[in-house]
Every structure is written in C-alpha cells, then in structure tokens.
C-alpha cells in the first residue's frame, strides 16, 4: 500500500468513531424529543418542537450515519479486516440503520399527521441503539474469536481478487 494511504487510518478512525458517537448521540436524543410532540400544546410550541427534531434528524443524525459508514468501510478496506467478529458488528450496524429508519419515519409521521400519530415509547428506540452501540463496543474493543459460527466460504475465502492496494499487517 501507499505509505501516505497508510499513514491516514488514524484519521478514518477519529473520523469513524466522531461520527459514530454523533449518530448514536443523536439516535438517543431524538425519541426522547419526540415525546414533546403533543398536539395539545400551543401551534408555535409544537411547530418549534417538530422543526427542531425534523432539522435534527437531517442535519446531524443523518449525515453522521453516513460518515460513520463511509469511513468504516474505508477503514475495512484499508485494514484488510475481514474477520468473523467485523461481520458480527456489521449485524448490529444494520439494526442500527433500522432504528435510525424507525425514528425517521415517526418524524415524518409526526409532521403529516400531528393529532393522528403518537411517537413510539422512548424506552423502545433507546434500549434499541443503547444494546446496539454497546454490542458494537464490546465485538470492536475485544475482537472474539468466533470460530463457533459457521461463515460461507465466500465470506471467508479470498475470491481471486486482489485490491487496488496491499496492507501491510499491523
């Protein structure tokens, strides 16, 4: 590999893990505000709250998300770490994804249907992206041999392809 291609993993990584800690951040914060979405309250409280978690959501959460993914598929590739325990934390990033979807979808919700919609418990989402980051944490931080898990062999097995670049092992 290049060695001024190597010498950017540390930036993918802050990159990662600072995306990462606004998208969970914010996937945490934002059903709690969702519960300030009550109809009963004044039209300009309740115009504040909906424009606020609306800009939230597309403005921080969203585009973290995708920094967050960005980066760590960089750092996949750029790490050669294809290993049982990344696919393991790519599981709980896909649930990520899905709560990230859920939440989105009860904004929109909230914006079109203002008496009709009630937002989710926030215990639900919360426990949700709270099991999933610690999941993460834990499969990223202690890199567990799961031998146990049967992979196809296409997960597992070089296909004969060969990167634009090599890696040397670290």
Known sequence: MLEWLAST??????????A???????LITLPLMLTRHDPAISQND?????????????????????IAVVAGTWLIFLREAFVPWLFA???????????????????VRIAEEPGDHKPPNPSLPVTGITGCAIAI???????????WIAFPDW????RGGQLPFAVPNR
Do not use: M, N, Q
Not at 9 to 18: C, D, M, R
Not at 20 to 26: D, H, K, N, S, T
Not at 46 to 66: D, E, G, S
């Open 89 to 107: 934390k790519l599981v709980f990033v896909a649930l990520l994804l899905v709560l990230h979807a859920w939440i989105g979808s009860s904004i």
């Open 137 to 147: 944490l834990l499969l990223v931080l202690a890199k567990p041999e799961l031998d």
């Open 46 to 66: 309740y115009r504040l709250i909906r424009h606020a978690t609306h800009l939230t959501y597309t403005i921080v959460v969203t585009p973290a998300a995708v």
């Open 20 to 26: 990462l800690c606004v998208w969970c951040g914010g």
């Open 9 to 18: 993993i540390p930036l993918w990584k802050a990159l990662h893990v600072t």
């Open 155 to 158: 997960l597992t097995e070089p």
